[in-house]
Structures are given as structure tokens and as C-alpha cells.
């Protein structure tokens, strides 16, 4: 019994005082996101929408967590009515998981931005982008209406399918809430990486190609500034010249990697380079000389006289008449 009531007392004081640290930051720092979106709303975009709404839903969700410092500060005791009760449990749901679908929408006007520029121009607008949030408001809110019908007075031990039915809806928003929008987030990001992998690759040849060459010139030549050198000091710098200038040079062998893996221009160019040649290939196997034993079509057909050549001879009547 004391290791229970010690264990209780330390989840309410934890509970109570991290939602007290939660609110006072979560208020500060949404109310003023929401105060800059606010006024900053004539340059309004479809990802300027979603942060909007994303900003309402983080402050609506941290507005509830002072009513459950109270709960805990009351060391488990509601004494707030039965409505605040249902509400308090509504909203904090409600908030939370648009917050989720939020930050999805985010995600995929982001991929679209940056893998689809051109489609993005035609399938993201601020129409959309409303409708788009309203769509979560409403889904949200009639899912999330079980919590209206649990109050302070439900406990799912005491009711028959109460444990049941908090199953199933766990089950539901653990899938619906969770799993759905963290595949949707995380195939968005794996796009975005796939399409800036070209910042990777030009990033790894300056780290690993020039800047050892530029760091390790520069400390040479201020080494040989000085006068107290030893021999095999000297030799072991002239060694590291040599290292990091072949690690410079050898960047020309990483730019064709460059070309390759940069984007689809490169592959583009390449795919049109080999329909060319293809194309010029053609000709050629048209013009080959036919296999032996096989006639073509112009041999095959008789050859008629010309009009010059018939001009001027007699036909066989004619003959017949002289």
C-alpha cells in the first residue's frame, strides 16, 4: 500500500507540473505563431493555411491542460462539473490529432513543392488548402465524439462493454491517427531527400575532396612561415600535399555521379541522347544489301519501256502494213 500511494504521489506531481511548464510555453509560443500568421495573412498560401490552422489546434489543445493541472493538483479529485469533464477530454483529443493531420498536410504540400513544382502549381491553391482543413475539422470532431459520452462518472471496469469499446478506439486512432499519417509523413520526406540529393552529393565533395586540400594548404604555408621546422616535420607536410591534393583532384571523378544522381534533367538528356542514336542507326540497317536468294520487290516486278524509249518505233501492226 505505500509503494502505491508513493508511486500515485509521484505520477501527480510529475503529471501536474509538466502540464503547468506544457501551458505556460505552449500559450506563449502558439499565441504569438498565431499573432504573426494573423497578421501576415495578405500573404496567405496554401502552406500559410496549414500553419494557421496547425497554430489554432496546438493553442485550443494546450487551453485544456490547466484543467487537468487541476485534476492532479486535487490528487485525482474532479470538481469541475461533468460537462467540463466530457469537454476537457473532447478537446484535448480533438486538438491533438488535428494537430497530427496538420502537420501531414504540411508534409505533402512540402513534397509537392519541392519534388512536383510544375503539378504543384495546378493541384495546391488556398482553395483547396481551406477545404482541405475543414475536411480534417470535421472528420476530427465526429470521430473524436466518443469522449463526449465518457464522463467523470464512467469508469470501463465498472461497465460491460466499456473496456471494449476504449479498446476499439484505440485501435482506431492508433491506425487512423498514427500509423496512416506517419507513412504519409515519412514517404513524403523520403521523396523530398531523393529529390535534394544532389545538396548531399555536392556537399560530400567539398567535405571530402576540397576542404582538406584549402584546410591543409593553409597550415603549410603557415608552417613554412616559421623558422624552427625540423626535416621530418617538413617531409610529413609535403606528404599531406600530396594526399589532399589527389583527394582535390579526384572531384572530377565524382561530377559524373553528379550529372547522374543530381535529377531527372541529366537522365532526361540521356534517354534523348540514346533515342538519337538509335534513330541514326536506322538508315543504315534500311540501306543493308538483301540476304542471298532473296529477291526485293523491285526485282521482282517487270520493268516497262520509258516513253523516250518507245517514241519513234513501230508497233507490230505497223510493221505488218509496210
Known amino acids: 500500500y505505500l509503494f502505491v500511494t508513493r508511486c500515485l504521489s509521484l505520477q501527480l506531481f510529475v503529471y501536474s507540473?509538466?502540464?503547468?511548464?506544457?501551458?505556460?510555453?505552449?500559450?506563449?509560443?502558439?499565441?504569438?505563431?498565431l499573432l504573426v500568421l494573423v497578421k501576415?495573412?495578405?500573404?496567405?498560401?496554401?502552406?500559410?493555411?496549414y500553419m494557421l490552422n496547425l497554430a489554432v489546434s496546438d493553442l485550443l489543445c494546450v487551453s485544456t491542460l490547466p484543467l487537468r493541472v487541476l485534476y492532479y493538483v486535487n490528487k485525482g479529485h474532479w470538481n469541475l462539473g461533468d460537462f467540463l469533464c466530457r469537454l476537457s477530454s473532447y478537446?484535448?483529443?480533438?486538438?491533438?490529432?488535428?494537430?497530427?493531420?496538420?502537420?501531414?498536410?504540411?508534409?505533402?504540400?512540402?513534397?509537392?513543392?519541392?519534388?512536383?513544382p510544375v503539378q504543384n502549381l495546378r493541384l495546391v491553391s488556398e482553395r483547396r488548402a481551406r477545404l482541405v482543413?475543414?475536411?480534417?475539422?470535421?472528420?476530427?470532431?465526429?470521430?473524436?465524439s466518443p469522449f463526449l459520452m465518457t464522463g467523470q462518472h464512467l469508469h470501463p471496469r465498472r461497465t460491460g462493454g466499456g473496456l471494449k469499446k476504449l479498446i476499439m478506439l484505440n485501435y482506431l486512432s492508433l491506425a487512423v491517427g498514427f500509423v496512416l499519417p506517419f507513412l504519409v509523413i515519412l514517404l513524403c520526406y523520403v521523396g523530398i531527400i531523393r529529390a535534394i540529393r544532389m545538396i548531399v552529393i555536392v556537399m560530400l565533395a567539398f567535405l571530402l575532396c576540397f576542404m582538406p586540400y584549402h584546410i591543409?594548404?593553409?597550415v603549410h604555408l603557415s608552417f613554412l612561415s616559421q623558422t624552427a621546422t625540423s626535416c621530418s616535420e617538413l617531409v610529413y607536410m609535403q606528404k599531406s600535399v600530396v594526399v589532399t591534393l589527389c583527394l582535390a583532384a579526384s572531384n572530377s571523378c565524382f561530377?559524373?555521379?553528379?550529372?547522374?544522381?543530381s535529377g531527372e534533367g541529366f537522365r532526361r538528356r540521356l534517354s534523348s541522347f540514346r533515342s538519337t542514336i538509335r534513330t541514326q542507326r536506322q538508315p543504315q540497317r534500311q540501306g543493308a544489301q538483301p540476304?542471298?536468294?532473296?529477291?526485293?520487290?523491285?526485282?521482282?516486278?517487270?520493268?516497262?519501256?520509258?516513253?523516250?524509249?518507245?517514241?519513234?518505233?513501230?508497233?507490230?501492226?505497223?510493221?505488218?502494213?509496210l
Open 40 to 49: 501576415t495573412f495578405r500573404q496567405r498560401s496554401a502552406f500559410h493555411i
Open 133 to 144: 482543413c475543414v475536411c480534417i475539422w470535421v472528420f476530427i470532431c465526429t470521430v473524436s
Open 91 to 116: 478537446a484535448l483529443y480533438v486538438n491533438l490529432y488535428c494537430s497530427v493531420f496538420f502537420m501531414t498536410a504540411m508534409s505533402v504540400t512540402r513534397f509537392l513543392a519541392i519534388v512536383f
Open 255 to 261: 561530377d559524373p555521379l553528379l550529372y547522374f544522381f
Open 216 to 218: 591543409q594548404r593553409s
Open 291 to 321: 540476304p542471298l536468294g532473296r529477291a526485293t520487290k523491285r526485282e521482282r516486278e517487270p520493268v516497262l519501256p520509258s516513253t523516250a524509249e518507245t517514241k519513234g518505233t513501230a508497233t507490230p501492226g505497223e510493221g505488218n502494213k
Open 17 to 33: 507540473t509538466v502540464y503547468s511548464i506544457i501551458t505556460v510555453f505552449g500559450l506563449a509560443g502558439n499565441g504569438f505563431a
